[in-house]
Structures are given as C-alpha cells and as structure tokens.
C-alpha cells in the first residue's frame, strides 16, 4: 500500500510540475510589424501592424541595436508625427538629472513597466543619440536602432 502510494504521489508531482504551471505563466509575445530606422535622428521603430493599446502594469521588451547607452522610449499614438515628444516615457534609469532616460544594460534588453494608460499606438520609438528633444543622454552617446519588441500583459 505504502509503495502505491508513493508511486502516486510521483506521478502528482510530476504533472504539477509539468502541466500546471504553463497555464499560470505569462510569456512576453512579440509585436509585429515594420522595423525602421533613421540615421539623422539617431533613432529606431517598430510600426506595429495593428495599433496597440498598453494598460497600466504592461511589460514591454525592447532589444537595443546600435551604440547607445542612454535611450528615450516613445509610445507614439495615432494622429502624432514622428520628432515630437508625444508619449516619451519616463525612464528606468534612476532620476539624476533626467527622469526620461533609460539605460541600455550589457545585453540590449530594455525592460519597461508601463506606467499608465496609451491608446492606439501606431509607432514604438527608441531614440539615441546626445540630446534626443532637448533630453541629455550624455556626451558620446550613440545612436539607436529597435532591433525586436515584445509585450507582456
């Protein structure tokens, strides 16, 4: 008896450890669409193929091409045009002196947490570059290039 039950708790183990938790866990889906990039403006997009909406809470995945350290994300929603600061995010980095800047770690994976509410937005924007509107991102910072883009809900 004893040995059937053990069997049994085995077998529960390992369906719980096998079967249960992919229906618990979020995973970061891609966005799809258009990459672009513009040389002048030492920045990078995604023009997703269907606008996208961000609830609060979000987690979007931004992998970094280029040589910045310092980018400026910028959820851009429909009706705006790209070089205005509409939808610029605060930054990840910690608020020194510029609470819009994000810091690039080592692996080009920036993490963001989305802190309110953007509808229908049309463009996802990383900027690099100096002094992307008139935010400083530091001397000899480079420029950027969104190379991939997830979200998480």
């Given amino acids: 008896m004893k040995r059937h039950v053990g069997n049994y708790l085995r077998v529960l183990s390992v369906f719980v450890a096998l079967v249960i938790p992919p ?4 995973h970061a ?3 799809a669409g258009e990459y672009g990039e513009s040389p002048q403006y030492e920045a990078g997009w995604l023009n997703p193929e269907v ?3 961000f609830e609060r809470g979000d987690l979007l995945y931004l ?5 910045a350290q310092y980018v400026i994300v910028q959820l851009l929603p429909e009706g705006q045009t790209f070089g205005t600061p509409a939808g610029v995010l605060a930054g990840t980095t910690p608020k020194i002196n510029n609470a819009f800047r994000t810091y690039v770690p080592s ?3 920036v ?3 989305i802190d309110s509410q953007y509808s229908k937005i049309v463009q996802i924007v990383v900027h690099g ?11 000899g ?10 979200r998480e809900p």
Avoid at 145 to 150: G, I
């Fill in 63 to 67: 992998t970094i091409g280029g040589t």
């Fill in 51 to 53: 606008p996208q909406n």
């Fill in 141 to 150: 910072n480079g420029p950027a290039t969104l190379v991939h883009a997830e």
């Fill in 111 to 113: 993490r963001i947490r």
């Fill in 107 to 109: 692996n080009r994976v």
């Fill in 29 to 31: 889906a891609p966005i």
């Fill in 23 to 26: 229906f618990f866990v979020c």
């Fill in 129 to 139: 570059g100096q002094h992307p509107f008139a935010f400083p991102l530091g001397r």
